[in-house]
T-cell receptor, first 112, second 113 residues
Framework: QQKVQQSPESLSVPEGGMASLNCTSS?????YFWWYRQHSGEGPKALM?????GDKKEGRFTAHLNKASLHVSLHIRDSQPSDSALYFC????????????FGTGTTVSVSP | GGIITQTPKFLIGQEGQKLTLKCQQN?????MYWYRQDSGKGLRLIYY???????QKGDLSEGYDASREKKSSFSLTVTSAQKNEMAVFLC????????????FGPGTRLTVL
């Protein structure tokens, strides 16, 4: 069973709109989360980390973490065509060793 | 800044062949990783290394060997390529472990005939 699950699998957003992505861990040991973005033909790049409950904002991107429910979300405000990419949630924890476990990804398409 | 270089960019092999993928980083990072990505979807960890000559198995290590003889390089060997196998292998590095951002290379695309 995938330990880090993302939804939706794909998402279409009009330019200027809001994209909302979700991620849930099935392992209570995983309480530290990252969001990565991958454009076609490239390696993933880190967008932001979130380790504490609540919101964290970086530019147009806002992450929200609820450790009790092991749920993290990413919201992209004022979506741009350049935001079209594959988005990964990745998680780790105190007992998870030193590695991140990546989710299956959400494909975001922003149409002009 | 730094860069991660992966060679080759494309690798075509025959069934049963041993194939080696190479990764170099000039960030001076301690930790390096190998991931496999199938069909443009999720990344699965094959091996990682927290320092020179260290190797840690990930969930997908069966069928692979790895080697970290220098801090700057990390190689991955497919011990016996499987027919119809097609995946992208991604190398990454980070200062230390999961608390720190991982920087990824562009990937090696493997096709097995």
């Amino acid at each position: 069973q995938q330990k880090v699950q993302q939804s939706p699998e794909s998402l279409s957003v009009p330019e200027g709109g809001m994209a909302s992505l979700n991620c849930t861990s099935s392992d209570r040991n995983f309480q530290y989360f990252w969001w990565y973005r991958q454009h076609s033909g490239e390696g993933p790049k880190a967008l932001m980390s979130i380790f504490s409950d609540g919101d964290k904002k970086e530019g147009r991107f806002t992450a929200h973490l609820n450790k009790a429910s092991l749920h993290v979300s990413l919201h992209i405000r004022d979506s741009q065509p350049s935001d079209s990419a594959l988005y990964f949630c990745a998680a780790s924890g105190n007992q998870g060793g030193r590695a991140l476990i990546f989710g299956t990804g959400t494909t975001v398409s922003v149409s002009p | 800044g730094g860069i991660i270089t992966q060679t080759p960019k494309f690798l075509i092999g025959q069934e049963g062949q041993k194939l080696t993928l190479k990764c170099q980083q000039n960030f001076n990072h301690d930790t390096m990783y190998w991931y496999r990505q199938d069909s443009g979807k999720g990344l699965r960890l094959i091996y990682y290394s927290i320092t020179e000559n260290d190797l840690q198995k990930g969930d997908l290590s069966e069928g692979y060997d790895a080697s970290r003889e220098k801090k700057s390089s990390f190689s991955l060997t497919v011990t016996s390529a499987q027919k119809n196998e097609m995946a992208v292998f991604l190398c990454a590095s980070s200062i230390r472990d999961w608390e720190y951002e991982q920087y990824f290379g562009p990937g090696t695309r493997l096709t097995v005939l």
